[in-house]
């Protein structure tokens, strides 16, 4: 099993920035994916932001581009969110996702979720 611990969260006025950790710890995993997830109010679970081993490669949502930077620390098992010019519309739960093998099967973790409110 793999447990992750989120941080971060908060609110902050519009324009403002935050930055959401997540640190994945338990035993005999390897991390091939680390991302950030996030659901509004009334919405479905999104993707915000992902980087995969595979290539080393980073992917946004368009809603985000050139505001949100996912960066990790392969040393730590942490991922980081950083998140800048917030607008009122990024008010969401965010959630970190990590995919990793424990053992020889591939599977799917999630982190408790931090809630990210931007408002005046």
């Known amino acids: 099993q793999v447990q992750l611990v989120e941080s971060g969260g908060g609110l902050v006025q519009p324009g403002g920035s935050l930055r959401l950790s997540c640190t994945a710890s338990?035993?005999?995993?390897?991390?091939?994916?680390m991302g950030w997830y996030r659901q509004g109010p009334g919405n479905e679970r999104e993707l915000v932001a992902q980087?995969?081993?595979?290539?080393?490669?980073?992917n946004y949502a368009d809603s985000v581009k050139g505001r949100f930077t996912i960066s990790r620390d392969s040393a730590q098992n942490a991922v980081y969110l950083q998140m800048n010019s917030l607008e009122p519309e990024d008010t969401a739960v965010y959630y970190c996702?990590?995919?990793?093998?424990?053992?020889?099967?591939?599977?799917?973790?999630w982190g408790q979720g931090t809630q990210v409110t931007v408002s005046s």
């Open positions: 980087w995969t081993r595979g290539g080393g490669s980073t």
């Open positions: 996702s990590v995919h990793a093998y424990v053992g020889m099967r591939p599977n799917q973790y």
């Open positions: 338990g035993t005999d995993f390897t991390i091939i994916g």
